[in-house]
């Protein structure tokens, strides 16, 4: 078989990557001190982009984090202050304690970088409008000249994007040099499946299949217990049947509103009553990841998510919160809205 296996959800995908790292690791590697499994060369296809979250109880996906990197990248930024705040870990990953080099895809993806001043995502964009059958469609994120030495913490793991108009539908493929399975794999799915749906739309056109290519595909042998883990759910519950709510396109003016928000809810400058995020001129998808900043922010301050919030999340968001932060969310406001 030439081309990769096909997968109806990313977490049928995400549960296959690990079954066969775990059972069947090629090489156990310590590149960089970490001790590690891998198997090279593993490529997957995503038939339906929209089913891009995996409802495992035990991987505690921080659904979160996946928005605030999203638009992190759409805004094209490179701040540690943003990113931080969602996922800790990535301040030691910066070498000036306030800027990300390798991981902020945003400013080579979404930053101005030509002489025609416009961004990668932009001129294929472009490309497509002009020549829909082309194979040109490309955006490069590593660079040739990144140095990767071990002394540099954040080299970009991403070789690339590309987007590939056939049939109607916007495809879209990812090539990396290395991902870890358990963490980065779901994140870097997450992303560039949205990226990919946010291009279809400005495009005027459905998002077709997603297809990921890796050199090295790896687990850390530290998180092999939380493996299994996900392995045994898989294997024993049935994941709750949540619809995918596809992503209805982000303006300009919609991406500024929803960065003004985020700032002010990260900096304690504002708080979200579900009745304020009802008022906001959004489209209800971009108000509940307002929502869920909101929510986050009480866990961050220490405090019970309160019932009109939780009520205000759709059935999945509350499931993801209430796996991740199982304390935070009260009993009582999980029988809310539905899906
Ligand atoms: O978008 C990303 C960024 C990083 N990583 C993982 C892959 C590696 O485990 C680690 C980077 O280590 P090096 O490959 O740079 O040594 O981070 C990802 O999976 N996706």
Redesign the pocket.
Known sequence: MLTPPEFATFTDAYVAVLRRILDDPAYETS??GKDGFEVPNISFRLTDVTRRTPFLAARKTNIVFNYAELLWYVAGRSDVAMISYYAPRLAKLSIDGTTLTG?AYGPRLFGPDGDDGLSQFDRCLRTLGEDPDSKRAAMVIMRPHEPIGVDNPD?A??LGLQFMLRGGRLHATGY?R???AL???L??TFSFTMIQELAARRLGVEPGSYTHHVGSM?INVLDQEKVRAILTEADTAPAPPFAATPMPGLSQAELELLLDWETALRTGRGELTAETARELPLPDFWRQVLLLFDAYRQIQAGHHVNDDTTAALTAAHRWLLTHRWPNRITASALAGRPA
């Open positions: 590149g960089r991981t080299v793991c991403t990396m290395g991902n870890d963490i980065g794999l994140c870097d790896h």
